[in-house]
Nanobody, 122 residues
Framework: QVQLVESGGGLVQAGGSLRLSCVFS????????MGWFRQAPGKEREFVAV????????YYADSAKGRFTISRDNAKNTVYLQMNSLKPEDTGVYYC???????????????WGQGTQVTVSS
């Protein structure tokens, strides 16, 4: 049974940084592309970033390009999202998710974590 557990969220001032982590268990980690999504209050869950199984390929939402970096450590079964230059509009619940293919589409992801709250104050 696959489990994803996020951590690292919190309250930060605009311009600050946070690093989110997501620990994966239950299957072979490298067999999955890992994505980060976020959901702001009253809005749909949206794609943030994705990384391929061995970390060779990454894609970012336009809102994340140049500020966020996704990475993974397959020896630790962990995916990270380094977020710099945070803005109030980055506020939301951040979810990690696992998919058998590299995708930015939510319906391609089989497994989801419970989410971690990120709040950016102005």
């Amino acid at each position: 049974q696959v489990q994803l557990v996020e951590s690292g969220g919190g309250l930060v001032q605009a311009g600050g940084s946070l690093r989110l982590s997501c620990v994966f268990s239950g299957r072979t980690f490298s067999a999955f592309a890992m994505g980060w999504f976020r959901q702001a209050p009253g809005k749909e869950r949206e794609f943030v970033a994705v990384i391929s199984g061995w970390g060779r390929t990454t894609y970012y939402a336009d809102s994340a390009k140049g500020r966020f970096t996704i990475s993974r450590d397959n020896a630790k079964n962990t995916v990270y999202l380094q977020m710099n230059s945070l803005k109030p509009e980055d506020t939301g619940v951040y979810y990690c998710a696992a998919a058998p293919v590299l995708s930015y589409q939510r319906d391609q992801y089989n497994y989801w974590g419970q989410g971690t709250q990120v709040t950016v104050s102005s």
